[in-house]
């Protein structure tokens, strides 16, 4: 697999090498055709994309730029800016991998945190010097100290005392209602207990981003018992994959009656499909109108889906592309392909728009675009033939994963001028190289 790899990394060489290093249309052909031959093969063999492997792809720009971002995390000594990548992008499934990566080597610093304060003789000053520079991100171990440096004075207030100790003691109130450190006894400040819980919230909405269901079951628990609407539908979607319909509505509810856009949606889809509940699919769609209205591009698609099936209210096609147009602008690739496939459909003028959200998505790494767009090109549906322009797409497709270009791909080349290969040969690896 790994001459593999090398010969379509020398090809793409060869295209970015210029027009020189390509002097007749026949030289062209041959490697365009070698290449693109290999492309297929290799994308059969072992149903993978061709763009990961070389490492010049979308996907695989994508990842080297957050492998990137996680290694300068890594060479830094300071915590912080972990837990600060962590919370930034708790919902990027994308990151996932990464993000358990990030989460333990958190967790491994926090630890050595621990053990260096475990030798500390606990005091005011110490937990003091620890929540100054750890409580943001190691709240749990902050917690600890502050614990342990509670009882150490607990049970120093309750060892009688000598005579002299008596007297050096000032007299202090004996009011309930006085505060516990009046008491020589130092209250645990509100500020840990916060980072807890924040802290918990964090490890729910990561732990489910991750797919790690049952122990984000365990972590959403305390966060969604205390309110938290994120994690309220992250366990409705938990019980639901465990099969608790009962449990599953009950979260989706207290969710979506704090006008959580999720939640609102999960509980809208729960009305419609009968999830826990008697099927209401009117009900279902106002509340996924709800969530679309809060900016929800998952919503605004469902939303369309509803207006043109009927699904709870009658059939409203235009209600159907305002909608639909509305997750599209929000680069939802499936209602950009939704839209192309109703304007295409409908021929004419309209069939422009339908051009206009294949390039959409396909410029957005959507396979199954980039090959549609490359039939549109070919066959001058939605706008003028441009078989050049579909060479480019069937290439990039087939680079993507969509082995049916190859076929496409070997028709069109001959039917290129040499001049028309080199340009577009210099789009496709101006595209992979993200600069179109």
């Not at 041959?30 to 492309?39: I, M, Q, T, V, Y």
Request: with cysteine.
């Amino acid at each position: 697999m790994r001459a593999s790899v090398v010969a379509l990394a020398s090809f793409i060489s060869l295209l970015a090498s210029g027009c020189s290093s390509l002097p007749d249309r026949q030289e062209v052909l041959s490697a365009s055709g070698e290449f693109l031959s290999k492309a297929g093969d290799m994308l059969s063999d072992q149903g993978t994309r061709l763009a990961e492997f070389t490492g010049l792809g979308q996907q695989s720009r994508q990842q080297q730029q957050y492998q990137q971002e996680v290694e300068a995390l890594f060479a830094q000594p300071y915590i912080d800016p972990l837990t600060r990548y962590l919370e930034t992008h708790s919902n990027d499934r994308s990151r996932a991998t990464l993000l358990e990566t990030v989460a333990t080597e958190r967790e491994r610093r926090c630890q050595v945190i621990a053990r260096r304060y475990a030798s500390v003789t606990p005091d005011q000053g110490s937990l003091q010097r620890l929540e100054r520079g750890y409580l943001f991100s190691c709240p749990e171990q902050v917690k600890a100290f502050a614990d342990q440096l509670e009882r150490s004075q607990s049970e120093a207030a309750q060892e009688p005392m000598t005579a002299q100790q008596q007297n050096a003691v000032r007299p202090v109130s004996t009011d309930s209602s006085a505060p516990a450190s009046l008491y020589g006894i130092a209250p645990q400040d509100d500020s840990v207990e916060l980072a807890v819980v924040r802290r918990q919230a964090s490890n729910c909405y990561l732990l489910f981003t991750i797919r790690n269901y049952s122990q984000a079951e365990t972590a959403c628990a305390a966060p969604a018992a205390n309110g938290d609407a994120k994690a309220q539908q992250h366990l409705a979607r938990i019980s639901e994959l465990a099969g608790d319909e009962d449990k599953a509505m009950h979260w989706a509810t207290r969710s979506a009656q704090q006008q959580h856009p999720e939640g609102m949606l999960l509980l809208g889809r729960y009305y419609q499909d009968g999830v826990g509940t008697t099927p209401d699919a009117a009900r279902g769609l106002e509340l996924i109108r709800q969530a679309a209205d809060k900016g929800l591009a998952e919503a605004s698609y469902k939303a369309a889906l509803a207006y043109r099936d009927g699904k709870g209210t009658a059939i409203n096609t235009d209600a159907s592309l305002v909608y639909m147009a509305r997750a599209g602008e929000q680069n939802h690739l499936p209602a950009q392909l939704a839209l192309a496939t109703h304007y295409l459909s409908t021929g004419g003028t309209q069939a422009t728009r339908g051009r206009y959200w294949l390039l959409r998505a396909a410029a957005a790494g959507s396979a199954r675009a980039q090959f549609r767009l490359a039939e549109s090109y070919a066959t001058g549906t939605g706008g003028p033939a441009n078989i050049q322009a579909a060479y480019e797409w069937y290439s990039l497709a087939l680079l993507n994963g969509e082995s049916r270009a190859q076929a496409e791909v070997d028709a069109l080349a001959p039917r290129l001028t040499a001049e028309q290969l080199r340009l577009a040969q210099a789009n496709i690896q101006s595209r992979l190289n993200g600069l179109q």
